[in-house]
């Protein structure tokens, strides 16, 4: 019965993103199946929470389809929106579990490049370039981009912490802080 359900969800999944889920089947359970418990804990009820349960549950389903672009474009600079980077970062932040579900989900270690946008704005055109593809395959294979109603006014924009967050503060300075090299 288990395999019956199982192949009626793949068909239905299949269906809905437009891929042939049995070449990734293994890939798709595994992303279906990753316990990201703690960090949604760490974000929604911890001392240092700041997200509502709501945000926190559409973050990790928003996460995963975004995983499974990853599995399905490995060539593709795909660019996360920023709820979705954030929900990323966290869970690279624990690094034994974030290994451990790449290696089941790609079988190698799919990095992060924070850097993607800080370089002018030739960088940022490319950014905002690589974040449109990414909005357009994720129609292709999951229907309409989510509105800006759980992601604020920014949700068409790349990922990127903000012009006055120090890591993409606009400076010719190495340590990216202005003013803090003399």
């Known amino acids: 019965m288990n395999t019956v359900i199982a192949q009626v969800a793949n068909m239905a999944f299949e269906q809905k993103i437009g891929a042939d889920v049995?070449?990734?089947?293994?890939?798709?359970?595994?992303?279906?199946?990753?316990?990201?418990d703690k960090l949604k804990w760490k974000l929604s009820k911890s001392s240092e929470a700041t997200w509502t349960e709501e945000l926190i549950d559409f973050a990790e389903e928003e996460y995963k389809k975004f995983l499974?672009?990853?599995?399905?474009?490995?060539k593709v600079a795909l660019v996360p929106n920023k709820l979705v980077d954030k929900f990323w970062h966290e869970h690279i932040l624990d690094t034994v579990a974030y290994q451990k579900d790449c290696?089941?989900?790609?079988?190698?270690?799919?990095?992060?490049?924070?850097?993607?946008?800080?370089?002018?704005d030739d960088d940022q055109r490319s950014l905002q370039t690589a974040f449109d593809e990414t909005?357009?395959?994720?129609?292709?294979?999951?229907?309409?981009?989510?509105?800006d109603?759980?992601?604020?006014?920014?949700?068409?924009?790349?990922?990127?912490?903000?012009?006055d967050h120090a890591c993409?503060?606009?400076?010719?300075?190495?340590?990216?802080?202005?003013?803090?090299c003399k």
């Open 22 to 36: 049995g070449k990734y089947s293994e890939q798709h359970a595994a992303i279906n199946s990753l316990n990201l």
């Open 68 to 74: 499974f672009l990853k599995l399905i474009y490995p």
């Open 103 to 120: 290696e089941a989900i790609f079988g190698y270690f799919i990095h992060h490049y924070p850097y993607f946008g800080i370089y002018g």
């Open 168 to 180: 993409h503060a606009p400076s010719s300075c190495a340590c990216r802080l202005p003013g803090a």
């Open 135 to 147: 909005v357009a395959l994720y129609e292709k294979h999951f229907g309409k981009y989510p509105t």
């Open 149 to 163: 109603v759980l992601y604020g006014a920014n949700s068409n924009k790349a990922a990127r912490c903000g012009d």
